[in-house]
């Protein structure tokens, strides 16, 4: 399977500032990554897909400009969380689609616990 | 609307046994069954995926999927130790890479040494 990195691990910010997560697919190129959230004992919510070279596609109910992703190039996606709050204090996990393009196949980084204070 | 039903545990059994976890869904559209292994401070690992109804069996997993009543399975046997973490179940519409991925809340697994 392919190998996913994020960073930050974690991160503790202040209300109001902004926070970049990167995502990286380090041993092949991918065209389509996805973001989930994972808030505590709750499912993995797909927030978006993220596709290189054009403009993610986000889920209903997901503020694009609050969470900003550029897939600027086939080995990285970055969210970043704008004007942070405490109720955005979650579990952010980034996937990659595999190289067959199947849904089933995508591989995921090990999340990034965010904490907003 | 899209939404999996997972029973999310802790289920505590002793070493050896035989475990059944299990997810229900309402949305019939889906095709695609995963069942996805994490654990503590990591990213889920694909274990199993089941295309429609049927089982499918990889040593001592079985998934189990059953589209007329919603309701898939995951069996483990001769569970270890190692076996301890959070198994969620996933489903998606269509083999398509666009198609994003529904969870369950994942069931909270604890194999007793």
Known sequence: GAVVSQH????????????????????????????????PKQSLMLMA?????????????????????NHASLTLSTLTVTSAHPEDSSFYICSVLGPGGFSYEQYFGPGTRLTVT | QKEVEQDPGPLSVPEGAIVSLNCTYSNSAF?????????????????MYTYSSGNKEDGRFTAQVDKSSKYISLFIRDSQPSDSATYLCAMSES????????????THLIIQP
Do not use: H
């Not at chain 2, 695609?32 to 889920?44: A, H, L, V």
């Open chain 2, 95 to 106: 083999g398509g890479g666009a198609d994003g991925l529904t969870f369950g809340k994942g």
């Open chain 2, 31 to 47: 095709q695609y069954f995963m069942w996805y292994r994490q654990y503590s401070r990591k990213g889920p690992e694909l274990l």
């Open chain 1, 8 to 39: 930050p691990s974690r991160v503790i910010c202040k209300s109001g500032t902004s926070v970049k997560i990167e995502c990286r697919s380090l041993d092949f190129q991918a065209t389509t990554m996805f973001w989930y959230r994972q808030f």
């Open chain 1, 49 to 69: 897909t993220s596709n290189e070279g054009s403009k993610a596609t986000y889920e209903q109910g997901v503020e694009k400009d609050k969470f900003l992703i």
